[in-house]
């Protein structure tokens, strides 16, 4: 009913895309070439761009991520089998999506009303049993950390406290951090209780994560 051979062939020729780029992944290539990425965009759209590696407009002014860098954050947030991730930014839910296919416990919080709604509607119609909550993802999801994984797919300001703290140890944070105009990809671990490294993996591009506006 999602699919069928044009999309599959046109995804193919996106995974080898990625891998050309230098993503070598193979779970991560194997999910992302098996899930239907144009069911995410608006029809009008689904045969131009959907498996085009660009980002793109989703409503609210927010976008979907570009596959290569879906691919780059979920390659270093190392994915296995019944792990916790935490996922800030849900968006349209595509991220979410390839943390499912890696068959990972997600939890994902969303702040702008209508793509919380949207995403959280699309994805359990696809049979992803992810978490889904409307609220503000500098918080976290107290409740059920720690996580083995978090990733923030938004532009972080800073790296949110209660974020580091919601980690297990060895756990494993993705997180674009700087300004509004480029941020630079950082990945968190928890060493023990206390102590953090922090390594960067280069210049990417995301819509801003905002303040709170859920109550
Ligand atoms: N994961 C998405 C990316 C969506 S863009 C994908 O697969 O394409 C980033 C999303 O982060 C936007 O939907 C935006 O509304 C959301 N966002 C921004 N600030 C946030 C915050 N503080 N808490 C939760 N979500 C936030």
Redesign the pocket.
């Known amino acids: 009913m999602y699919d069928n051979f044009r999309y599959q062939g046109l995804r193919a020729k996106l995974i080898e895309k990625l891998k050309k780029k230098g993503i070598s992944d193979d779970n991560v290539l194997r999910v992302m070439n098996v899930i239907p990425r144009h069911m995410?965009f608006d029809k009008a759209f689904h045969d131009k761009f959907a498996y085009e590696d660009i980002a793109f407009p989703?409503g609210?002014g927010?976008?979907?991520?570009q596959p290569y860098t879906?691919a780059f954050q979920t390659s270093l947030l190392e994915v296995k089998k019944r792990d916790k991730i935490l996922?800030?930014?849900?968006?349209?839910?595509?991220?979410?999506a390839?943390l499912c296919e890696l068959e990972a416990r997600v939890f994902t919080?969303?702040?702008?009303r209508l793509?919380f709604q949207q995403s959280d509607r699309l994805l359990r119609a696809m049979g992803y049993r992810a978490k889904t909550f409307f609220?503000?993802?500098?918080k976290g999801k107290e409740v059920f950390a720690p996580f083995d994984g978090i990733i923030v797919?938004?532009g972080a300001p800073f790296v949110p406290e209660a974020l580091k703290y919601q980690l297990k140890i060895n756990g494993r944070m993705v997180i674009p951090v700087g300004g509004s105009d480029a941020q630079q990809m950082k990945l968190i671990v928890r060493l023990d209780k206390d102590n953090f490294s922090e390594n960067d993996y280069g210049e990417f591009s995301?819509?801003?994560?905002?303040?709170?506006k859920s109550k």
């Not at 927010?62 to 991520?65: D, E, M, V, Y």
């Not at 609220?135 to 500098?138: A, N, Q, R, T």
Request: proline letters at 3%; hydrophobic letters at 35%; aromatic letters at 10%.
């Open positions: 995410f989703i609210e927010q976008t979907i991520s879906v996922e800030i930014g849900t968006g349209c839910g595509y991220q979410t390839v919080i969303e702040r702008q793509l609220g503000d993802g500098f797919t938004c995301f819509v801003p994560m905002l303040k709170d």
